[in-house]
């Protein structure tokens, strides 16, 4: 297969990818006022169901690399699920679809913080530049004032930072040769387990359409979760991470269409800022990428 045409395919695979996430946000705030854990739990438990009948098939099924691995699996899981629950409570109070994702999109940008930390890679000035352009229009989006009012950007906001560990994990586990469908099933299974409790205590009842949609919530993360594997697989994260930024423009269309919300005007200006920056990063990569093959 051409690298052009694996390139192409991998763009089309993580469009795909954006636009479930986006209709899973959309579809949690369809299900309304219902407790935040039981949209989580929904969220995992059919992505669990799904890895666990094709891991059984798997010749090293739930087989993990190393012992090592655990500690990794625990704190990407305990992060993601973390991330889940505050991106879930911005979707369901911050009036936005769209802002909450835009905030929650601000993962690669934490992950280059917590990459210097965990693998001691020093981020380049150009990269401190475009983290710092990325929280300036953070802060577009959030509107920081000094009461309640704040608190589900806040959310919002964690969400991104829980999100950017979380992947750091993901990159250390597969740095240690641990299977990325081994990594979703835990992460989905330990979200679901976690959950269970919190489901079954504080469950609210619901109505025929309130089931639907957090059913459709969960098969939208589902597809997003395999989209976006088959795209890491055609290309490298490099060339096409900045392509899930489209995720934002559908969460607009998405809420303007399905839920009459329009984005404010400081909120457009952010996110014009953090896609910018995602950009510049993205393009700042491949050049560097370029030259480093040209001096080796």
Same mark, same amino acid.
Do not use: H
């Given at each position: 297969m051409y690298p052009a045409f694996k390139k192409g395919l991998g763009v089309l695979l993580i469009l795909g990818a954006a636009l479930m996430f986006a209709l899973m946000n959309l579809f949690v705030s369809l299900a309304g006022d219902l407790p935040v854990m039981q949209k989580v739990f929904f969220r995992n438990a059919l992505t669990t169901v799904v890895v666990f009948?094709?891991?059984?098939?798997?010749?090293?099924?739930?087989?993990?690399?190393?012992?090592?691995?655990?500690?990794?699996? !625990?704190?990407?899981?305990?992060?993601?699920f973390l991330?889940?629950?505050?991106?879930?409570?911005?979707?369901?109070?911050?009036?936005?679809?769209s802002d909450a994702s835009i905030l929650n999109k601000l993962s690669p940008f934490f992950a280059i913080l917590f990459s210097a930390f965990l693998l001691k890679e020093r981020p380049s000035i150009p990269e401190v530049i475009f983290v710092l352009a990325?929280?300036?229009?953070?802060?577009?989006?959030?509107?920081?004032?000094?009461?309640?009012?704040?608190?589900?950007?806040?959310?919002g906001l964690l969400s991104g930072a829980c999100a950017g560990f979380a992947y750091t994990c993901v990159r250390i586990l597969a740095m240690k040769g641990e299977r990325g469908l081994m990594?979703? !099933?835990?992460?989905?299974? !330990?979200?679901?387990?976690?959950?269970?409790?919190?489901?079954?205590?504080?469950f609210v009842p619901m109505t025929a359409m309130q089931w639907v949609y957090l059913l459709l919530a969960g098969v939208a993360a589902t597809g997003g979760?395999? !989209?976006?594997?088959?795209?890491?697989r055609q290309a490298p994260a490099r060339e096409i991470a900045v392509f899930d930024?489209?995720?934002v423009l559908f969460a607009a269309l998405l809420g303007f269409f399905f839920l009459s919300q329009v984005p404010k005007p400081l909120s457009i200006v952010g996110y014009v800022v953090i896609i910018g920056a995602a950009i510049g990063k993205t393009v700042y990569q491949i050049?560097?990428?370029?030259?480093?093959?040209?001096?080796s």
């Open positions: 009948v094709i891991l059984l098939f798997q010749k090293k099924k739930f087989r993990i690399e190393s012992k090592e691995s655990l500690l990794w699996l !625990f704190l990407r899981s305990l992060l993601g991330g889940v629950i505050l991106n879930f409570y911005a979707i369901d109070n911050i009036g936005s679809i990325a929280f300036g229009g953070a802060m577009c989006v959030v509107e920081p004032t000094f009461d309640m009012r704040v608190l589900p950007a806040l959310a990594t979703v !099933f835990f992460f989905s299974a !330990f979200s679901t387990v976690v959950a269970l409790p919190f489901f079954i205590i504080g979760q395999f !989209f976006i594997t088959a795209a890491y930024y489209a995720q050049v560097k990428n370029k030259r480093k093959q040209k001096g």
